[in-house]
């Protein structure tokens, strides 16, 4: 502080700008390192994989809850998820943990809805015998839910509300309201933000065209019985944020945001699906001018909006216990 004090404001103003080019230099050689020690850490491997297993088995429970079934789907998937399960094995990680399981789980689902089938399941048996998984424990899959059974949760408390939330893949024909996009978006501004600079913007769509140019580059909701009319897209306003120390403070609280929106959407009775923003450097160039979304704004992620049906399959997507997930100091 003497230091600040003491000097003039442009030689200090120089200081400043060389500290953070050090800095700079530091927190990237931090963001890459991780990439070194994964090779050497039997840790890292084992989250890798239970990475790698959590993935397919979801890509699996998304296809048997697709309304367009198609029989004998998925084969990349069940190569990946059994490939990781036996490598988690094989490096005797803990085959009690739930997403191994879990995965071993999707297997059975998959088997169980090509029984009357012409899909040869045979290999998949074969290899739920050689790793002692005779028995279908349940943990994946897909399960029907109405359209009674979420709106009766909003109204009573969090907890309720929260466990009602869903990703819906297929939304009725029935349109979203303006007036009900923008009542959810109220709610969430009140999440809180790094010195409340609320670096969050909200593109709601809803222009036929550009809905119709996204799913072709963005395939989580690439087919037309879906009935996507409503999208929303979440980006931090980087310039919002001082670098390099808060160069992930935009991400954080934007998805903070985000998360906040997705409960209130709930809350007012509406669907939702969340989309990852992830996309090839040509598909963000296109949706980057479609949107018109300036360069110094992040994409942090898609929320596909509309109404419930009546009856629909969701997955189960099983969550981890939370003495897997909670470390006590």
Not at 6 to 20: G, H, T, V
Not at 233 to 252: A, C, D, W
Request: glycine residues 4%; charged residues 30%.
């Amino acid at each position: 502080m003497r230091i600040k004090r003491d000097l003039p404001n442009a030689i200090y103003n120089c200081l400043r700008k060389a500290k953070s080019k050090m800095m700079m230099r530091r927190f990237f050689r931090q963001d890459i390192a991780h990439l070194r020690v994964r090779k050497k850490s039997p840790l890292f491997r084992k989250e890798i994989l239970e990475g790698i297993i959590t993935q397919e088995y979801h890509r699996i429970e998304k296809g048997l809850s697709k309304q367009s079934f198609r029989e004998g789907f998925g084969q990349q998937a069940l190569y990946r998820l059994m490939r990781a399960l036996r490598e988690y094995k094989e490096r005797d990680f803990d085959v009690q943990h739930s997403r191994y399981r879990t995965g071993l789980s999707a297997i059975h689902a998959y088997i169980d809805r090509h029984e009357n089938s012409d899909v040869d399941t045979s290999h998949l048996k074969e290899f739920l015998s050689e790793f002692g998984s005779l028995e279908n424990e349940g943990l994946s899959g897909v399960v029907k839910i109405t359209k009674e059974e979420i709106i009766e949760l909003r109204d009573s408390n969090f907890e309720l509300l929260s466990g009602s939330r869903h990703s819906i893949r297929y939304f009725s024909n029935v349109q979203v309201e303006l007036q009900e996009i923008n009542e959810a978006i109220r709610i969430a501004m009140r999440t809180p933000s790094a010195c409340n600079r609320q670096g969050w913007k909200i593109r709601v769509i809803t222009d036929k065209k550009c809905i119709e140019q996204f799913k072709r580059a963005h395939n989580g909701f690439a087919n037309d019985d879906q009935n996507l009319s409503t999208l929303l897209l979440v980006t931090s306003m980087n310039n919002y944020f001082s670098y390099p120390k808060e160069r992930h403070q935009g991400y954080i609280d934007a998805g903070l945001f985000s998360m906040s929106l997705i409960y209130a959407l709930t809350y007012k009775g509406l669907a939702t699906c969340v989309l990852n923003a992830n996309l090839t450097t040509r598909n963000q160039r296109m949706i980057r001018e479609l949107m018109n979304i300036d360069c110094n704004e992040s994409m942090i992620l898609f929320i596909a909006v509309g109404h419930y049906a009546d009856l629909m399959d969701i997955t189960k997507s099983t969550r981890d216990e939370i003495n897997q997930r909670v470390i006590y100091i």
